[in-house]
């Protein structure tokens, strides 16, 4: 047995179904051996597109993405996707070819040392120079990219080590880490904080999802009657129709939400991660108590100083301290919660065009039902999907905000849809990330793997142009011209349409969904509500 067949053996023992790239001459050895494996290779049209796959699978799933690229230019175009992935803790492997070992000692073609480049956007980055070797690479590969905090691994196989003999090494066991339980005394710390506190706020990160969470979060927040925020990474973990819900943190301006976090003396960030929305923006003043509830230990941050940190399995935790509180004294944030809703349902009646974003939004979530998928890009619709789109159940409004890198939408979406075909997979995206990768139209086309696009249209780089007028009253370079998305569509064999009067975007998506196929809708946007909202959110008199 060859190596490379005892690495695809090693990638089937970890459950792996699927992986995204693209063939090239040196990993040949693996994509022949992949023919007689029961893994399905999806070859997409770039390696960036296969590495946004792979993060949105491993994102979605919780099981390691898998993405693989030849060497040189094949897995440099991995490295804004995986770079994606590690930030925003995704579970993925990377795997990249790689010019035989009698070359990397000097300067050859398309050699670049592919370790030292993965390795400060990677948990781990390594390459198998011994046939021996490979079994303890891939399973070492797969525990830390899926251990918490969940991230990227990577490996680099050249060429020659891939065509050797493997002698009788075979895959080893797969053994999952489970979390620890918390301690005690600071679960009695947690408790007691809260019982005293007088305005406590719950923030909820990715990290609730990622421990499956998200009941006993609900459940904790309802026992002591405290309200919930989430990150935009962690939209649904408690649907926005509950009454303690206060929607979504994260925009780096005051806000509604940033009313609770002004007045709350005790702040439980729960499964919370620095990289969603930096404390700095929500502690300015650092003196609230802060309650750290996670698998891992917080970061060291001025403006993150923990008063408590309980840390071990989220769901034991929340369980434990919602038993040890006997009673809060809390004040409700009723009026607060009311300001917002108020807010959510604006614009339900309006038919001005361009279309407005909350209008948008609000017709897109009457349509979609409750577990379908939303892939947001990132751009000024992204703000717009994170403040507006009510998500009621985890992992169904994906939103990249780490890394938080454009062209992550069309690739994500088949990916979720891969992930889960009977439920719907929308693709939200600016005019401008949609054609970072709008190639992938075709890979999802020739799969077979229907997906909606909704690309939000106003040619301009719509958030540089609100961040321009915001600090400077003008704007510099945002503008471009679009392709006729339509007829872009039909060349794919796709189908697409054009959206010319409000009224018109509740039937095309309905009409799309039923298309079971790759659809592009074409929506002019008015994003002159940008600097509506900041002028609102300037005046903005907080309410509790």
């Known amino acids: 047995m060859k190596v490379a067949e005892l690495f695809v053996k090693c990638l089937e023992n970890e459950g792996v179904e699927t992986i995204y790239g693209i063939p090239g001459e040196e990993n040949l050895d693996v994509m022949d051996a992949l023919l007689d494996s029961k893994i399905k290779f999806i070859t997409t049209r ?74 400060p956007i990677t948990k781990y980055s390594t390459q198998i120079l011994e046939p021996t070797i ?52 600071k679960i009695r710390q947690a408790a007691d904080i809260i019982a005293a506190a007088k305005f406590p706020i719950i923030m909820a990160g990715n990290g609730v999802i990622r421990a499956h969470a998200h009941e006993q979060l609900i459940a904790f927040a309802e026992k002591v009657n405290i309200p919930v925020t989430n990150t935009f990474m962690a939209k649904g973990v408690i649907p926005f129709s509950n009454k303690l819900s206060l929607g979504t943190v994260g925009l780096q301006a005051s806000d509604y939400v940033s009313c609770g976090f002004d007045r709350a003396d005790v702040i439980i960030c729960i499964g919370f991660d620095m990289v969603e929305y930096h404390p700095y923006l929500w502690h300015k003043e650092k003196d609230k108590k802060i309650i750290h509830i996670a698998e891992e230990p917080a970061e060291v941050d001025e403006y993150y100083i923990l008063e408590c940190g309980v840390i071990g399995d989220v769901a034991k935790s929340l369980n434990m301290i919602s038993v040890a509180i006997d009673k ?34 609000w017709d897109l979530r009457q349509v979609l039902k409750p577990n379908d998928i939303c892939i947001s890009d990132v751009g000024a619709h992204k703000m717009w999907m994170a403040r507006m789109y009510q998500a009621n159940l985890p992992n169904t409004c994906i939103i990249s905000n780490g890394f938080a890198s454009m062209g992550i939408a069309v690739p994500g979406a088949i990916a979720a849809k891969l992930a ?34 909704i690309v939000w249209n106003d040619s301009q780089y719509g958030l540089i142009k609100w961040k321009q007028d915001i600090h400077f009253g003008r704007d510099s370079n945002i503008d471009f011209n679009n392709p006729d998305f339509v007829k872009f569509a039909d060349s794919f064999g796709a189908k697409g349409y054009r959206v010319n009067k409000t009224q018109e ?12 196929t790759v659809v592009i809708i074409d929506v002019p946007v008015d994003y002159s509500e940008n600097m509506k909202l900041t002028e609102k959110l300037g005046k903005l008199v907080c309410v509790n």
């Open 134 to 185: 490979t079994a303890e690479v891939i399973r070492k590969a797969f525990k830390v990219a899926q251990t918490e905090s969940p991230g990227v691994s990577f490996i680099d196989l050249p060429e020659n080590v891939a065509a050797m003999d493997a002698g009788d090494k075979a895959p080893l066991k797969v053994q999952k880490p489970t979390a620890a339980a918390p301690s005690p005394d």
């Open 328 to 361: 809060v004294n809390a004040s409700t944030y009723a009026n607060l919660r009311s300001v917002i809703v108020e807010e959510m349902e604006e614009y339900a009646n309006d038919n001005a065009f361009p279309i407005k974003p909350q209008k948008l939004i």
């Open 505 to 516: 975007f509740v039937p095309t998506i309905k009409q799309a969904i039923k298309d079971n």
């Open 420 to 453: 889960y075909p009977d439920r719907t997979a929308v693709a939200v995206t600016g005019d401008a990330g949609f054609l970072m990768n709008c190639q992938e139209i075709e890979t999802a086309m020739r799969i077979n793997t229907p997906i909606v696009i």
């Open 46 to 119: 770039h390696e960036q597109g296969a590495a946004f796959m792979a993060d949105v699978h491993g994102r979605l799933t919780g099981e390691a993405g898998v993405c693989l690229a030849t060497l040189g230019p094949g897995a440099t175009n991995l490295v804004t996707g995986v770079a994606d992935a590690n930030l925003d803790r995704a579970p993925v492997v990377a795997i990249a070819g790689q010019a035989g070992t009698n070359r990397l000692h000097k300067e050859s073609h398309q050699v670049l040392n592919l370790v030292n480049m993965f390795e």
